[in-house]
């Protein structure tokens, strides 16, 4: 059914593709072209790895992706039906973000990043030994599956410089196409908060930085060339942008003590393809889950439950699976949390109103100048920001975990204050 699933969602893409004025990134288009990539990754590695899908998985991914698309489709015929222009941001003038007390705002990043490397070596320290690589691995296994954790205050300081690092790309983006040079304070608050994932064994909130980068940088270079479509020079250097990421993720796995001995092509394509098959045998066995929503609102439920003696985790329900020896992962695509909680009507609802919300704030954009006054575009900022979320869909459900959770809540309310204090500069000081 491989090839199937790969033919099926090729025609999905080309239909939102042309329903999104042929732009590559709108939502649905994003979760079908992954797709695609995906499913031929599988075709090609499914003889190595046994990775052929059965007929229930095949229909409940084209269930999944057709609801997206569908949702997806309805809401821009509504737009296009409400607005004369669908264009209208490339009729935007780029200007300049000027950033109010930068000694305050970097400053305040370092301080930050200090106290969190700090605890981050202390526990790391208690935990093991030995080299860099692996006291990383065991800080990351600690957080994984284990009882230690560093303070809530520095969990919350992290978050602060994870939330101070996308406004740093959108303003780098923006005041790049203005005046051609890379400020380096804001690349500056960008790195800490990466070397933070890094030093914590994690590499996901580095390709959230990327896709935030990519949207951004992709949408600010149309308005710059006045194109309404992709061309040529964007295509390369999108490219290029993927080919970092994905050469960044595999070699970061060294410095991290991730434990295999996979070369880059076998690497790269185990992660793009193995999770179809997972979600394959999930859909095929018994599951029970234990708490309403426990997949698909994993991280609010582990906030509420703490306290309570449970402590609910992915890698808790998520086992780890191998076919022919070779690890596959734990990771089943996000379609198993909304199978696993809701059946059938979930592969269907949560998809689809994951969909509304998305192509709600990627038409907003479209259809309207930026506001100047705000100086940073919301809509395109949060849409940037949850494409990582339709990107990984392919992957496991981390647009769920990553909008439904408290510390979503924690960056809104430092978007929004760093926008009134360090952009807006209401208040200033000495």
Known sequence: MNIHLFVTILSMFLIVYLFHNRDVFGPSSIVCGVFVFCSYIAIYSSQRLNLNLSFKAYSLLVYGISSISITSILISVFYKLNYKNTNLFLETNITYIKIYNRKLIISICSILFLISLISQIKLALSISGGSLSNLIYAYRMEMLSGTERIPSIVSNME??????????????VNNFFVIKKVDSLLLLIIIYPCAIGILSGSRGEIIHYFIFFLIIYYYYYLIDKNKKNIDGKLILKIVLIFASMFLVFYFIKFAIGRQDQLGLVEYISGHLAAPLKLFDLFVNENHITKYWGEETFTRLLATFMKGSGTDLRYNTYATFRYINGLSLGNVYTAFRAYYADFGLSGIVVVPACISLFSSVLYWNFRVHTFNQKAVINKNLFLYAYVSYGLFMMFYSNQIM?????????????????CDYVFVRGKIKFK
């Open 159 to 172: 978050t602060v410089n994870y939330a101070i690092g996308y406004l740093a790309i959108y303003i780098l």
């Open 401 to 417: 975990e990553y909008m439904i959770n408290i510390s979503f809540l924690k960056m809104v309310i430092v978007w929004i204050t």
